[in-house]
């Protein structure tokens, strides 16, 4: 399977913005997104299992939401009151393994 990331762009702190994940062909029972801010390590942030269950990283609980639609084969991150600090590279992430290419996301005034 080929993950394509597509969402990211510019914005400024406090505005929204949401990522798609689209997978080639059928989606995992398990997909994933993760972020790697420069100089820093590729960080975890939520998880979706096959029936829709999320499990997020207590850093963005509250601001981020995953979703799917499995007849898309799409994978999706909600992300809201944006701040500098969430600045990365955003990768998706299929089981057992597969990333996507990663799309940016900059959070700037």
């Known amino acids: 399977v080929q993950l394509q990331a597509s969402g990211g762009g510019l914005v400024q702190p406090g505005a929204s913005l949401k990522l798609s994940c689209a997978a080639s062909r059928s989606i995992a029972s398990v997909m994933a997104w993760y972020r790697q801010a420069p100089g820093k390590q590729r960080e975890f942030l939520a998880l979706?299992?096959?029936?829709?269950?999320?499990n997020y990283a207590n850093s963005v609980k509250d601001r981020f939401t995953i979703s799917r639609d499995n007849a898309k084969g799409t994978v999706y991150l909600q992300m809201n009151n944006l701040k500098p600090e969430d600045t990365a590279v955003y990768y998706c992430?299929?089981?057992?393994?597969?990333w996507g290419q990663g799309t940016l996301v900059t959070v700037s005034s």
């Open positions: 992430w299929s089981s057992p393994g597969v």
């Open positions: 979706i299992n096959n029936v829709g269950v999320p």
